[in-house]
């Protein structure tokens, strides 16, 4: 399985750098103003009455093959076993145990001291020196 999750990853990766390049060598839609006048007809693939060329249609492909390849992925990640390892969670085997007077049942740990605040050295109103 292991062997298959890589192999996949890969073909994603792959496609991935395709759409890449073929984006970034494709013409803007600016650059169909020549082809309004005649002269965009000889880069079609199935001529002036294709709707898109061999770049757009490779795009497609690139992109039908990089979903593909992501769905793939994560149907192999959601279905994959943890024998090997797992969280660090999963290593406890044991609680903590408890010490003191909580841990004695029908016992009550005696209440914290009050916390109080220290007693101020200068009279409110004045700054201290």
């Not at 890589?6 to 395709?18: G, K, R, Y």
């Amino acid at each position: 399985m292991s062997t298959l999750f890589n192999l996949v990853v890969v073909v994603q990766v792959l496609s991935a750098l395709i759409i890449i390049g073929l984006v970034l060598l494709q013409h803007g839609k600016g650059a169909d103003m020549g082809a309004a006048f005649g002269s965009g007809a000889s880069g079609s693939l199935f001529g002036a009455t294709g709707s898109s060329n061999f770049m757009s249609k490779s795009t497609g492909v690139a992109a039908a093959i990089f979903f593909s390849a992501t769905l793939g992925l994560s149907y192999m990640s959601t279905n994959r076993s943890t024998t090997v390892g797992g969280g660090v969670m999963d290593k406890v085997t044991k609680p903590v145990p408890v010490t003191g007077a909580a841990a004695i049942p029908g016992t009550t740990a005696p209440a914290p001291a009050p916390v109080t605040a220290p007693a101020a050295s200068t009279p409110a109103g004045q700054i201290p020196k």
